[in-house]
């Protein structure tokens, strides 16, 4: 059983920046590929970002590529989605998700193992 704890959301001003972090309990977070997804209000949850159990490969949605970057640190058990340059059409509810041994680009095709809670990220304009 994996826990994972979101925190870093909050409001911020377009043009502004976050970084988001996902806390994981046990000891296999290593063996977890990790990545973000955000629900807004009214829309589907989809795919942001995925990063390899060694953290050597990422994946992103078009989206948020070149403003959005995924990294861990396995020896922290956490994970990070460091947001810049943020613009109101982001906000969103995100959430971290761990899934076990898969590609990265793997990611938004498949179910995930585990969800963590959300964390609010509003961007006013």
């Known amino acids: 059983q994996v826990q994972l704890v979101e925190s870093g959301g909050g409001l911020v001003q377009a043009g502004g920046s976050l970084r988001l972090s996902c806390v994981a309990s046990g000891r296999t977070f290593k063996t977890y590929t990790m990545g973000w997804f955000r629900q807004a209000p009214g829309k589907e949850r989809e795919f942001v970002a995925a990063i390899s159990v060694s953290g050597s490969s990422t994946y992103y949605a078009d989206s948020v590529k070149g403003h959005f970057t995924v990294s861990r640190d396995n020896a922290k058990n956490t994970v990070y989605l460091q947001m810049n340059t943020l613009k109101p059409e982001v906000t969103a509810v995100y959430y971290c998700?761990?899934?076990?041994?898969?590609?990265?680009?793997?990611?938004?095709?498949?179910?995930?193992?585990?969800w963590g809670q959300g964390t609010q990220v509003t961007v006013s304009s």
């Open positions: 998700a761990a899934k076990l041994l898969i590609r990265p680009e793997l990611l938004p095709g498949r179910r995930v193992d585990y």
